[in-house]
């Protein structure tokens, strides 16, 4: 059994360390979950950009693996013009070709690969799947980054061993899309 110990008002297993305080405010120095997912080798990215025509639509799929290690997910994308973008889930049928998108890991000191699998310019699912977002934004001539989506409060949870679609359908000529994906992968206490 692991021993616990009081130290400065907080438990703290003797595996770990002592909680340390900043000299000038005697403020607690943390940091936040997803930050130490960095550290501990499990958190990835992907991140891109393309160039879209008027009315053209471009797909990337998102695999979760069917595992106890569950994806926390958040996509930021940004347009210089009209853009309808939606995220589904349980697609199935159709999201053929495509390039793979090697997920990134953000310690570069760590060799622990994800468990995602990413695949750009599919095409369409077959089925409808069930839709999680979609948005809509920009304005004729307007060149500009816009676009939003990024926060942990944007955060989704992803189903373990299920199929995502997220689509970029432009409304404007020359649009330039950025998007990047960030996630870690959290075994659930629970």
Same mark, same amino acid.
């Given at each position: 059994? +692991?021993? *616990? !110990?009081?130290?400065?008002?907080?438990?703290?297993?003797?595996?770990?360390?002592?909680? !340390?305080?900043?000299? $000038?405010?005697?403020?607690?120095?943390?940091?936040?979950?997803?930050?130490?997912?960095?550290?501990?080798?499990?958190?990835?990215?992907?991140?891109?950009? *393309?160039?879209? /025509?008027?009315?053209?639509?471009?797909?990337?799929? %998102?695999?979760?693996?069917?595992?106890?290690?569950?994806?926390?997910?958040?996509?930021?994308?940004? $347009?210089?013009?009209?853009? @309808? @973008?939606? *995220?589904?889930?349980?697609?199935?049928?159709?999201?053929?070709?495509?390039? $793979? %998108? #090697? #997920?990134? &890991?953000? &310690?570069?000191?760590?060799? &622990? #690969?994800?468990?995602?699998? *990413? +695949? $750009?310019?599919?095409?369409?699912? +077959?089925?409808?799947?069930?839709?999680?977002?979609?948005?809509?934004?920009? /304005?004729?001539?307007?060149?500009?980054?816009?676009?939003?989506?990024?926060?942990?409060?944007?955060?989704?949870?992803?189903?373990? &061993?299920?199929?995502?679609?997220? %689509?970029?359908?432009?409304?404007?000529?020359?649009?330039?899309?950025?998007?990047?994906?960030?996630?870690?992968?959290?075994?659930?206490?629970?």
């Amino acid at each position: 059994m +692991t021993e *616990l !110990r009081r130290i400065h008002g907080l438990y703290n297993d003797t595996q770990s360390a002592t909680p !340390r305080i900043d000299a $000038s405010t005697h403020a607690f120095e943390t940091i936040e979950y997803p930050h130490h997912e960095i550290h501990a080798g499990s958190h990835y990215y992907v991140q891109g950009y *393309l160039t879209l /025509a008027d009315t053209e639509t471009y797909y990337i799929k %998102m695999e979760t693996t069917n595992s106890t290690k569950w994806t926390h997910f958040i996509f930021d994308i940004k $347009s210089t013009g009209i853009l @309808t @973008t939606t *995220l589904k889930e349980d697609c199935i049928g159709g999201m053929t070709g495509g390039t $793979s %998108m #090697p #997920p990134l &890991n953000n &310690n570069r000191n760590s060799a &622990n #690969p994800s468990t995602a699998i *990413l +695949t $750009s310019g599919v095409t369409d699912c +077959t089925s409808s799947g069930q839709l999680l977002e979609s948005d809509k934004w920009g /304005a004729e001539g307007f060149k500009e980054n816009i676009g939003g989506g990024g926060s942990r409060e944007d955060e989704w949870v992803l189903k373990q &061993n299920s199929t995502y679609l997220r %689509m970029f359908s432009s409304s404007a000529a020359d649009n330039i899309v950025q998007f990047k994906g960030t996630w870690y992968e959290h075994t659930d206490k629970n």
